[in-house]
Nanobody, 124 residues
């Protein structure tokens, strides 16, 4: 079992930066893929970025490539999302997620572990 707690959200002007953190606990964390998803009002939750349990592979949504960076620190049981050049369309609740087995692309979202979410608001 894995428990996830996000932090670092807030209000920022367009062009600014934020760094989101996700603290994980539970046996087997080091073998879980980790990721970030977001959900804006009236929209479905969407994929933002993920990283394999080894940290050797990363993936990003096209909308955030070149602006966001995902990383993990196994020693601290944490995963991070550095967000630069923020845009108003990045406004959403951001959720940390974890999954084992085949990763996010090979596993139904109903099987993911989720954090409670942290709000990011980017003003124009």
């Amino acid at each position: 079992q894995v428990q996830l707690v996000e932090s670092g959200g807030g209000l920022v002007q367009a062009g600014g930066s934020l760094r989101l953190s996700c603290a994980a606990s539970g046996r087997g964390f080091s073998r879980y893929a980790m990721g970030w998803f977001r959900q804006a009002p009236g929209k479905e939750r969407e994929f933002v970025a993920d990283i394999t349990w080894t940290g050797g592979s990363k993936g990003y949504a096209d909308s955030v490539k070149g602006r966001f960076t995902i990383s993990r620190d196994s020693a601290k049981n944490s995963v991070y999302l550095q967000m630069n050049s923020l845009k108003p369309e990045d406004t959403a609740v951001y959720y940390c997620a974890a999954v084992n087995g085949l990763g996010f692309r090979g596993t139904p979202s109903s099987s993911y572990y989720w954090g409670q979410g942290t709000q990011v608001f980017v003003s124009s």
